[in-house]
């Protein structure tokens, strides 16, 4: 397998979903702006995404994908389906008593995760009326996780990566079409939540099918708590857990202080955070997408040169891919925003506060992506408990670097808190991976890192420059000629930046990798 032709083909189609995605999250922008009810309705939201987060992507993923790679290599595709039939039957029914108990106890769960909410009576109801709306999104989702774990370890990567666009077209036709009918216009989008849930599941059925796959619901979950397999993805997402709640309590515990800040903070972080995720699904969750399976699969076989090599090859892409990005959200914080929000209810003050949080991640970026590259290299080895005694540990750190930053820089000081733990995250990982034997860096790492920081500084040089020939928010009245000039800025640093890299001596195809 071709990685860089796969990571192409992936990030591909991530883009189409991260497209749809600004689109969305455009519109959302200039028909709800930033107010109590947007925050409603990203709170709302947040809480089932933190579920799905916690138990299906995340603590599932992670304990279920090296498992199962296991079982396809060594027991063949009888017992790997056994095997599925049963993690699905104790995951769906889980699932649906988890949804059960979300919707009976979503007042109690909305106070104490958004306790600014309860300010507001209005906006309060509306947070747990959507929150009761949206919580079975998680069960749809747990079985989207179970596909994209499956159809990945089978190297059939498109599907998961396609698959978020039928939940952003859904949203965009919910805000066209559905908003301007309803009292309440914001819970047009609780709804499409919905909605795109089923679509979601609905695109995985045909795939599942096509490699045999797909997995039987039993109606007795006992029978599958019963099987060896499933008690060992049990036993290892007990840690996985508490290596993702560690990321995601920490979101909560944000997502509460932003509340408790002026009226709009948990919007303006959320836009902030849609823009930081395009380089982040691009490269991070792509590159960890091919990585895990990959992975276990070098150590399945034993072989630990192929093993460190492949986790070389994505530090290395991830320094070369997302540095310019990290760069780029920095120094064009306000054209970014304005070109993609800056209309309808999404006013300057708006502008300046998402512009704010959007540099404050671009600080972390690195961080945020070298996470997803360097935990597979602990998943993989089925070795979840170093990650989750980091992880712990930089909760702590972040929630450390909120007392200081957020007195200082409001809710953008969340946002740096993030990025800070993120790099601190990253850097333990690196650590624990040098120090055990597992990684260890090819040569040529010094003039690498030597030609990539003069590119950067090029980089910035000229995306400073050029950026400050343009009135971006006078634009507003002229929203084409503003897009015309951002893709100008964009094109002529991605010039300067990648020309620098030619003119160094980088040659791009000495990134191509070949995996069995």
């Known amino acids: ?292 399976p990959s992975l276990a699969k070098a150590n399945v076989d034993g072989d630990s040169a192929e093993y460190s090599g492949l986790l070389d090859w994505g530090l290395r892409l991830t320094f070369l891919l997302a540095l310019p990005c990290a760069v780029g959200l920095a120094t064009l914080s306000v054209p970014l925003t304005t070109t993609l929000f800056h209309y309808g209810k999404f006013d300057t003050v708006s502008v300046a506060m998402t512009a704010k949080a959007l540099i404050a991640y671009g600080v972390g970026l690195i961080g945020l992506i070298l996470v997803k590259i360097l935990a597979p290299g602990f998943y993989a080895k089925q070795d979840i408990r170093t990650p989750v005694k980091i992880a712990v540990g930089v909760l702590v750190a972040t929630q450390l670097m909120n007392l200081l930053f957020v007195p200082w820089i409001a809710h953008a000081g969340l946002a740096l808190s993030i990025g800070l733990g993120a790099c601190l995250n990253a850097g333990f990982l690196f650590w624990g991976l040098r120090s055990n034997g597992t990684y260890a860096p090819l040569p040529g790492w010094r003039l690498f890192l030597l030609r990539l920081t003069g590119a950067l500084l090029l980089l910035a040089g000229v995306a400073l420059w050029s950026a400050g020939h343009f009135d971006w928010i006078a634009l507003r009245a002229h929203p084409l000629l503003r897009i015309g000039a951002l893709a100008l800025v964009l094109t002529a640093c991605a010039l300067a930046y990648f020309g620098a890299l030619l003119a160094s001596g980088f040659r791009f195809r000495d990134f191509r990798r070949i995996t069995a």
């Open 1 to 292: 397998m071709n990685l860089i032709k796969t990571l192409a083909t992936i990030s591909g189609m991530t883009m189409l979903s991260r497209i749809t995605g600004m689109v969305r999250e455009s519109l959302f922008a200039r028909a709800f702006g930033a107010s109590a009810y947007t925050d409603a309705f990203i709170i709302a939201f947040r809480i089932p995404n933190l579920l799905r987060r916690l138990f299906a992507e995340g603590a599932f993923a992670q304990a279920f994908v090296p498992i199962l790679a296991e079982y396809k290599n060594q027991k063949g595709d009888a017992a790997t389906k056994v095997l599925t039939d049963h993690v699905a039957t104790v995951m769906i029914w889980a699932m649906l008593l988890t949804c059960v108990a979300g919707i009976v106890a979503a007042p109690t769960v909305v106070y104490f995760i958004a306790t600014g909410q309860s300010a507001n009576a209005d906006a309060y109801e509306a947070t747990v009326r959507m929150t009761r709306w949206m919580f079975p999104y998680i069960g749809f989702m747990s079985f989207v996780a179970l596909s994209g774990g499956i159809l990945n370890t089978w190297r059939e990567f498109k599907i998961p990566a396609v698959t978020p666009v039928l939940l952003n077209v859904c949203f965009i036709l919910a805000a066209l079409y559905l908003a301007p009918l309803l009292t309440q216009p914001i819970y047009a989008m609780a709804i499409a939540v919905v909605i795109g849930g089923v679509a979601q599941v609905a695109l995985q059925i045909p795939a599942l099918t096509k490699i045999g796959m797909l997995p039987r619901i039993g109606l007795n979950p006992m029978t599958g708590l019963r099987d060896a397999g499933v008690r060992r993805i049990l036993k290892k997402m007990g840690p996985a857990i508490f290596a993702v709640s560690a990321a995601q309590i920490s979101l909560m515990i944000n997502t509460n202080i932003a509340s408790r800040l002026a009226h709009g903070s948990v919007s303006w972080l959320s836009y902030a955070d849609r823009l930081m995720e395009f380089p982040t699904a691009l490269l991070g969750v792509a590159l960890g997408t091919i990585l895990l």
